[in-house]
């Protein structure tokens, strides 16, 4: 009962990381892939989910209500898609995708669009760029719709022209964010349109170490781990033979059956168990020259004479 509820636990325990770890963001997306429209043109809007676990729907803020769904009192919605056959310059706001479940709920981050009732448009990302990338900014005109010279503006400053019609950022960074709108000579001026950079996400190499390994002095160089673990297994293999020769001993004597070692454990398990004792006095031995002088004394290490290790085994023996 306690294994199976044991079991459980830890299936729910794995089921809620992977849940946690699988859910991805929402983006709301825009088609045409613009921010600037002009009045009375079709727009449709999108909801991507790659889970596909919620119902998503599409939710504004403009200047005829805040947090309005669509399909009320605008657009028509279609699962997670969004379609406005018409836009109007009321329709101008804020837009986003939210999803409901129970009493909890989240959003994707918001797109700003704008419905000009002029007769020109700058046509620039929804989203935001990533940090190097070129971005193209285009000015259009209603009528006619071939390219005009344009000229472009970053925060209400002139920063150059567009013979036709286009001009391009190159290597973006935090430092092009703003607001963007561009006129054409004889057609008018569009509206202001932000411009986000997202910085890229890069791994960062450690910095090389300051000091080269041959240049650490053989007194403070650290034990060698494969070393200390190659003794330490040669003691636990001592100990555990030791262990089984007085257990064995114990029940034989506990019989009235009085025996030396020698006649309970064959010639050669001694012979194995004596160079086992002997290569760990030599382990011993070689690691305190390991340890630095400093760490030795402090910690009362001291370098064994292999004659000991043979005195102590003479005695049990």
């Known amino acids: 009962m306690e294994e199976t509820s044991a079991r459980r636990l830890l299936e729910f325990i794995v089921l809620l ?28 809007l999108i909801c991507e989910d790659e889970n596909s676990s919620d119902g998503w729907t599409v939710r504004r803020n ?26 109007l310059p009321l329709d101008s706001g804020l837009y986003w995708c939210e999803s409901m479940s129970g009493s909890s709920s989240s959003s994707s981050s918001s797109i700003q669009l704008s419905v000009s009732g002029g007769s ?22 209603k009528s006619p719709a071939h390219n005009l010279p344009a000229a472009f503006y970053k925060d209400g400053s002139f920063i150059g022209d567009g013979p036709s019609g286009h001009m391009t950022l190159l290597h973006v960074s935090s430092s092009d964010e703003g607001l963007y709108k561009c006129s054409i000579s004889g057609q008018g001026e569009s509206p202001s349109s932000r411009i986000s950079v997202e910085g890229r996400i ?56 009085t025996q030396t070692v020698t006649e309970i454990i064959p010639a050669g398990i001694l012979n194995v168990f004596y160079h086992i004792l002997k290569f760990w006095g030599f382990c011993w031995s070689d690691g305190a020259e390991l340890l630095p002088n400093r760490n030795r004394a402090a910690s009362g290490v001291q370098k064994p004479d292999s004659a000991q290790v043979m005195i102590c085994f003479s005695m049990f023996y």
């Open 17 to 44: 990381s992977c849940s946690g770890n699988s859910v991805l963001p929402v983006r709301l997306t825009v088609s045409p892939s613009r921010s600037q429209f002009f009045e009375y043109e079709s727009v449709t």
């Open 62 to 87: 403009t200047t005829r209500g805040t947090r309005k769904r669509c399909g009320d009192g605008w657009g028509k919605s279609a699962g997670s898609t969004c379609n406005m056959p018409y836009i």
């Open 120 to 141: 020109v448009i700058l046509q620039s990302p929804v989203l935001p760029v990533m940090e190097g990338d070129d971005v193209t900014l285009s000015c259009r005109a």
């Open 202 to 257: 890069t791994s960062t190499p450690p910095p090389p170490s300051s000091t080269s390994p041959s240049s650490i002095p053989p007194s403070s160089s650290p034990p060698d781990l494969q070393h200390l673990l190659l003794c330490l297994t040669a003691f636990s293999s001592a100990v555990s033979l030791l262990f089984l020769v007085l257990l064995v001993l114990f029940f034989k004597n506990h019989k009235g059956e």
